[in-house]
């Protein structure tokens, strides 16, 4: 059984990063396209970011520049380094799998002073 877990949520000021981890189990995850989602209260989800099996990668505009999606194949593992974050960036972030359609729990990001 597919399980996606996400870690590295939390409270950060604006103008902070923060490192999202999704660790990916029971499938071979190096052969699909995964991403990054979020959505904020009130709002529809929305793509952040995506990275396929071979690397390549697309963001959404409002967080190029910011935000950097990379893949360790060989842990199953997806991560969002986000940086220079505003209040805007906040939401529950979600980890997505292609080959199924597969997605984690989320893990909550808010951006506030």
């Known amino acids: 059984q597919v399980q996606l877990v996400e870690s590295g949520g939390g409270l950060v000021q604006p103008g902070g990063s923060l490192r999202l981890s999704c660790a990916a189990s029971?499938?071979?995850?190096?052969?699909?396209?995964m991403g990054w989602y979020r959505q904020a209260p009130g709002k529809q989800r929305e793509m952040v970011a995506i990275?396929?099996?071979?690397?390549?990668?697309k963001y959404a505009d409002s967080v190029k520049g910011r935000f950097t999606i990379t893949r360790d194949n060989a842990k199953k593992m997806v991560y969002l380094q986000m940086n220079s974050l505003n209040v805007e960036d906040t939401a529950i972030y979600y980890c997505r799998m292609w080959g199924g359609d597969y997605w984690g729990q989320g893990t909550q990001v808010t951006v506030s002073s």
């Open positions: 990275i396929t099996s071979g690397g390549g990668t």
């Open positions: 029971g499938s071979s995850s190096s052969l699909y396209t």
